[in-house]
């Protein structure tokens, strides 16, 4: 069974970083392009970033470029995003999701990240 | 990267059948045969119910069903059941390894 297990969210403040993680097992991980998408209280789903299976590419909506990393580690079959510079507008939970035909197909249950003085 | 426009709510009666709507452009939802769609109840994550337009993950019933024509995409949910009632996102590649959601419509079972 795919699992996807996400971590790291918490409160910081604004200008300050944070590390997701999203564990993942049941398939395997170093195969599978993967993705970062987030949902701000009450409102809808937002496409963040994505990566390749082994790590040499990286794409980032706009309003995340130059601030967030999307990085993995296929040997501990985990998916990370470095968030520098957060902004209170970065509040949300962030799934992680592995990508089938260009859709996220697997989601993790997601953490949620709050951004606020 | 603009969010594509999907009604903010739609509804239907137990049997009926219900569309909803995912307008695009030609840069995204005309251009690609990339589009998905998601089902989500409060509180708990997605669950992918069609993807490249009209393809059925295995486990999704066969009432869930895609279209697209031009720069539009369409969900159709037939035999409305109660279960239905939920929050419903379409998505669509961008090109570059890029993807937009739509703004997401609320499905009301009467």
């Known amino acids: 069974e795919v699992q996807l297990v996400e971590s790291g969210g918490g409160l910081v403040q604004p200008g300050g970083s944070l590390r997701l993680s999203c564990a993942a097992s049941?398939?395997?991980?170093?195969?599978?392009?993967m993705h970062w998408v987030r949902q701000a209280p009450g409102k809808g789903l937002v496409w963040v970033s994505h990566l390749n299976s082994d790590g040499s590419r990286t794409t980032y909506a706009d309003s995340v470029k130059g601030r967030f990393t999307i990085s993995r580690d296929n040997a501990k079959n985990t998916l990370y995003l470095q968030m520098n510079s957060l902004r209170v507008e970065d509040t949300a939970v962030y799934y992680c999701?592995?990508?089938?035909?260009?859709?996220?197909?697997?989601w993790g249950q997601g953490t949620l990240v709050t951004v606020s003085s | 990267q603009s969010a594509l426009t999907q009604p903010r709510s739609v509804s239907g009666s137990p049997g009926q059948s219900v569309t909803i709507p995912c307008t695009g452009t030609?840069?995204?939802?005309?251009?690609?045969?990339?589009v998905s769609w998601y089902q989500q109840y409060p509180g708990k994550a997605p669950k992918l119910m069609i993807y490249d337009v009209s393809e059925r993950p295995s486990g999704v019933p066969d009432r869930f069903s895609g279209f697209k024509s031009a720069n539009t995409a369409s969900l159709t949910i037939s035999g409305l059941q109660a279960e239905d009632e939920a929050d419903y996102y379409c998505c669509s590649y961008v090109g570059g390894y890029t993807w937009v959601f739509g703004g997401g419509t609320k499905l009301t079972v009467l």
């Open positions: 999701a592995t990508d089938r035909s260009y859709s996220e197909d697997n």
């Open positions: 030609s840069s995204d939802v005309g251009g690609y045969n990339y």
């Open positions: 049941g398939f395997t991980f170093s195969s599978r392009w």
